[in-house]
């Protein structure tokens, strides 16, 4: 079974940064895409960036946010610069086969965790 536990959200200003890292238990991390969904109250969750040996971004993150991997530390990270109040959400890491932007096509998920970014 693999586990993932998001850290690292808070309240910050617009402009501010913020770096999530999502931890994976499990010994075949380097075998997952990996990704990272928001969701705000009463919308779907949107689809924030995602990698495996190549990344993807959605389009209202391009440019500011990053998206990493360690395999020795079992670890993803997502590196968030120039937030906006419109980034605040609960952010959620996935794990699944292919690098995807639709969340039916990956298997695990964290329990995600906060960012709020004030004007």
């Known amino acids: 079974q693999v586990q993932l536990v998001e850290s690292g959200g808070g309240l910050v200003q617009a402009g501010d940064s913020l770096r999530l890292s999502c931890a994976v238990s499990?010994?075949?991390?380097?075998?997952?895409?990996m990704a990272w969904f928001r969701q705000v109250p009463g919308k779907e969750r949107e689809f924030v960036a995602a990698?495996?040996?190549?990344?993807y971004y959605a389009d209202s993150v391009k440019g500011r946010f990053t998206i990493s991997r360690d395999n020795a530390k079992n670890t993803m990270y997502l590196q968030m610069n120039s937030l906006k109040p419109e980034d605040t959400a609960v952010y959620y890491c996935?794990?699944?086969?292919?690098?995807?932007?639709?969340?039916?096509?990956?298997?695990?998920w964290g329990q995600g965790t906060q960012v709020t970014v004030s004007s």
């Open positions: 996935a794990a699944g086969l292919y690098p995807e932007s639709n969340t039916q096509r990956y298997d695990y």
């Open positions: 499990g010994r075949t991390f380097s075998r997952y895409a």
């Open positions: 990698i495996r040996r190549m990344t």
